[in-house]
């Protein structure tokens, strides 16, 4: 790579932040244990994260967010001229990026999420908005009789091939490109994860109606979200990217079960993951638990 050493070592000074030291005897910077987080071969890495964090979709939202506090909307349109989605589809780099950042942050929650779903006889599983899959791909590891479908928008299934295939599930994973807002496969579970929360209530009453009208009387819905119940940091610095970019927000676990029974869902189950997560288990109102 083509840097400039002098800019690059004023940069690396003021920014080291704890991910580097630097040797005055040997003029030079060593790495700290934490820079772990920024390595893309680490297991702990949240690289593609902090790559999508600090990109233009989030950053240039981010700089309106007094206009955005004043007004009570965020102004991506204004700064962007489209959803971060549809930003996405014009950028297949910048997609690329920031699916596999949602891996990253995904995957400690994904082993936990995992554990609270009972197949019970199911046969198929689509992970709506599932990005590269990670979590379809992590279930149907743990279950042999399992197939699945990931449900994203057309930028996302270059990912879900590559993934599924590295992940050698590529005979029992389908990407099928398609809008939650239109139609939504057809199932036996169906997961929903990091999804409500990008939404306001009513485009979330219409994704949830929508896996309503394609699920079958035994088909269950496994919502996986932060909430704000505990009042934790995580869940409030998460909840200003939903408010400075999109149109969503982080919720409690009451206001999740609202929006379920709005839509015509009953929630029969809800189980706490590491704070501040949650799943919860949903099965259509006129059907016995
Ligand atoms: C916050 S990410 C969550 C991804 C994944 N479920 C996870 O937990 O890592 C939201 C996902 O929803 C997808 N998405 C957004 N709008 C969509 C739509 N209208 N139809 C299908 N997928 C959509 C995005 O492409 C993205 O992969």
């Not at 869902?265 to 706490?272: E, F, M």
Request: charged share 20%; with cysteine; hydrophobic share 45%.
């Amino acid at each position: 790579m083509n840097i400039d050493p002098s800019m690059t070592h004023r940069l690396l000074r003021a920014a080291a932040l704890g991910f580097v030291v630097f040797n005055p005897e040997t003029s030079r910077f060593a790495r700290t244990a934490m820079l772990d987080v920024l390595d893309g071969e680490s297991p702990l890495s949240l690289k593609h994260y902090a790559q999508t964090a600090g990109s233009e979709v989030s950053w240039m939202p981010g700089m309106r967010m007094t206009d955005t506090v004043r007004a009570g909307r965020d102004h991506t349109q204004d700064v962007l001229g489209c959803s971060p989605f549809e930003f996405f589809a014009e950028d297949d780099s910048a997609a690329r990026v920031f699916s596999l950042a949602m891996t990253e942050i995904s995957t400690p929650v994904i082993a936990e999420a995992v554990l609270a779903i009972e197949p019970d006889g199911a046969r198929t599983v689509v992970d709506v908005g599932g990005a590269d899959g990670a979590f379809v791909a992590h279930l149907l590891k743990m279950h042999n009789q399992l197939s699945g479908v990931v449900l994203d928008l057309p930028q996302a299934m270059s990912g879900v091939e590559s993934e599924s295939r590295r992940r050698s599930l590529q005979d029992r994973i389908t990407g099928v490109a398609g809008d939650f807002f239109r139609e939504i496969p057809s199932a036996d579970i169906y997961l929903l994860k990091f999804i409500l929360h990008d939404w306001d209530d009513e485009s979330c009453r219409q994704i949830l109606t929508n896996v309503h009208t394609s699920m079958g009387p035994r088909a269950r819905l496994f919502v996986v979200d932060m909430t704000t119940d505990d009042g934790s940091v995580e869940a409030a610095m998460m909840d200003m990217g939903m408010m400075a970019a999109f149109t969503g927000q982080e919720r409690n676990t009451d206001h999740l079960r609202s929006l379920l029974a709005s839509a015509g869902l009953r929630t029969v189950r809800t189980s706490r993951l590491h704070q501040p997560y949650i799943v919860i288990e949903a099965m259509p109102l006129d059907v016995e638990p």
